[in-house]
């Protein structure tokens, strides 16, 4: 049974990808895409090039977090109804497991908690060599419009 409030297409995704007012977003910067929607989890991919990467070469700590955050952020909004309420990130976590320099970088967020007022996403990021590098949880918080 799927979790999301309505049917979600990647078009869906793309068109969030350059915000509210066009102008672009964190997302097209690091070259986040949204991959995969399956019925009760999300995908999303980056690029692990060195725009990206921190001074020792390898992926900078924050860009998986941002990864991490942006998956989970989309699929906690499509599980709301986007004309009543919109999600925000209200906390997260991330253990660094393993450094990655190139490649693609999948991260698969999935609901722990579907709440009224928050939902708990976990998210797995794996690199290229399906190697597992970043373990996060997020809390967003379901706001009334």
Same mark, same amino acid.
């Given at each position: 049974?799927?979790?999301?409030?309505?049917?979600?297409?990647?078009?869906?995704?793309?068109?969030?990808?350059?915000?509210?007012?066009?102008?672009?977003?964190?997302?097209?910067?690091?070259?986040?895409?949204?991959?995969?929607?399956?019925?009760?989890?999300?995908?999303?991919?980056?690029?692990?090039?060195?725009?990206?990467? %921190?001074? /020792?070469?390898?992926?900078?700590? !924050?860009?998986?977090? *941002?990864? =991490?955050?942006? #998956?989970?952020?989309?699929?906690?909004?499509?599980?709301?109804?986007?004309?009543?309420?919109?999600?925000?990130?209200?906390?997260?976590?991330? %253990?660094? /497991?393993?450094?990655?320099?190139? !490649?693609?970088?999948? *991260?698969? =967020?999935?609901? #722990?908690?579907?709440?009224?007022?928050?939902?708990?996403?976990?998210?797995?990021?794996?690199?290229?060599?399906?190697?597992?590098?970043?373990?996060?949880?997020?809390?967003?918080?379901?706001?009334?419009?």
């Amino acid at each position: 049974m799927s979790i999301w409030f309505r049917e979600v297409t990647l078009a869906d995704c793309e068109r969030l990808d350059a915000g509210m007012g066009g102008k672009g977003t964190l997302m097209q910067t690091l070259g986040i895409k949204i991959t995969e929607i399956g019925d009760d989890y999300m995908t999303a991919t980056m690029p692990a090039t060195p725009s990206v990467h %921190n001074p /020792l070469g390898i992926v900078h700590g !924050g860009a998986n977090v *941002a990864l =991490a955050e942006t #998956v989970a952020s989309y699929a906690a909004n499509f599980v709301v109804d986007f004309k009543e309420y919109y999600c925000v990130g209200q906390e997260i976590n991330a %253990n660094h /497991l393993k450094a990655s320099r190139n !490649g693609l970088l999948t *991260a698969t =967020a999935k609901p #722990v908690h579907l709440g009224k007022r928050s939902s708990v996403w976990e998210i797995l990021v794996y690199n290229s060599a399906k190697e597992l590098c970043c373990i996060s949880r997020m809390t967003a918080a379901v706001v009334k419009r």
